[in-house]
């Protein structure tokens, strides 16, 4: 159902090597970079993850409540991607762990403040 996700990042190479980095265990690269917006996926043609220096040239505001999910394939992919994060100067905002039955998650925020989640179903 969702194609894409978009994110306001303030420095364009730097997101691209946070997400680029972060993502890459998971088969993610950039797959196409116009300048100020470049898309993340993998070649299967899943969904996206857009970054983006928002088009009013003003500073990216990480919305109160939003938040993107991306589920790496396994709790302990989980764990592992949340570490990676934390480790290449993300903020955590959640420790990995069950949350509810059958949703376990790990949650931080990138170095623009977006909030981000790896998780598992089931």
Do not use: W
Request: glycine share 14%; aromatic share 8%.
């Amino acid at each position: 159902m969702i194609t894409y996700t978009t994110i306001g990042v303030s420095d364009m190479e730097k997101a691209k090597a946070f997400y680029g980095d972060l993502l890459s265990d998971m088969g993610v690269s950039v797959l196409m970079d116009l300048g100020r917006i470049a898309m993340l996926g993998s070649a299967d043609g899943g969904a996206m993850l857009s970054i983006c220096v928002p088009f009013d040239e003003g500073a990216p505001h990480p919305g109160n409540g939003n938040m993107v999910a991306i589920s790496p394939g396994s709790r302990e992919l989980v764990d592992q991607m949340h570490a990676k994060a934390l480790a290449m100067g993300a903020t955590d905002e959640g420790a990995p762990g069950q949350r509810m039955d059958g949703f376990y998650g790990a949650y931080f925020r990138d170095p623009d403040g977006n909030k981000m989640c790896f998780c598992h179903l089931g």
